[in-house]
């Protein structure tokens, strides 16, 4: 039982990256802070699936090795070879992640010229306050 | 797979991540998550998923940390947390 748990160990290390991260987005405050702790949980989902593609026992990358002549045309086995479609899928991933962050950080400097802070709760202070002189002033 | 430099890499990839969240210095915060990329190239170069880890290596470490960078130029550098 406790090899079994102790052979996985990147699903485990895994799980503490995906913890690490949400703590960041949820418990800490600046909003730069919540977009590194948006990294972090998005990059431990790809060693997720990178780590479902990985065989014991020698397999290789998946490059098939021909003779250069067209012979050589053998029987592949399965097992020689790494599995390549989670990470065609995790190709796409880290694109889509930079995009993300890519807006995130413009609508970033949007809320430091409006507000001049990027800490969350100056900025609920000052709505708040915002908020309160508004009804006042009707 | 080699499971030693694995477990070095995975050792070195929690120590970058949580580093990178406990430090007031934001510019400092986006280095660390920079050598954080890096080292998850390399752990993929080592698990045999190259095509990943070159992406990451250009795309995630080079170009994230450009853009932090020019967002925090632009606003402000100091955290409270």
Not at chain 1, 52 to 77: C, N, W, Y
Not at chain 1, 79 to 107: C, E, K, R
Request: proline content about 1%.
């Amino acid at each position: 039982m406790l090899e079994y748990v102790l052979a996985k160990y990147n699903y485990w290390i895994y799980v503490v990256l995906m913890m690490i991260g949400l703590y960041a987005m949820m418990g800490k405050r600046n909003l730069v802070k919540k977009l590194i702790g948006m990294n972090i949980f998005q990059t431990s989902i790809i060693l997720l699936f990178v780590s479902m593609g990985v065989k014991k026992g020698g397999a290789t990358v998946p490059i098939l090795m021909g003779d250069g002549h067209g012979h050589g045309e053998q029987i592949i086995q399965v097992a020689d070879y790494l599995n390549p479609l989670p990470h065609v899928l995790m190709l796409t991933a880290i694109v889509v992640s930079i995009a993300t962050t890519g807006v995130a950080l413009a609508t970033l400097i949007l809320i430091y010229k409006r507000y001049h802070t990027l800490e969350e709760d100056e900025i609920m202070a000052i709505r708040k306050e915002a908020a309160a002189y508004k009804t006042l002033g009707t | 797979m080699i499971w030693q430099l694995d477990l070095i890499l995975l050792l070195f990839i929690v120590i970058c991540a949580i580093a990178a969240i406990n430090i007031k210095d934001l510019m400092s915060a986006v280095i660390i998550l920079g050598a954080y990329s890096f080292f998850m190239c390399l752990l993929w170069t080592e698990m045999g998923a190259v095509d990943v880890a070159f992406t990451e290596a250009s795309v995630g470490a080079g170009i994230g940390t450009v853009l932090f960078i020019a967002a925090i130029n632009k606003t402000a550098r100091r955290s409270k947390d």
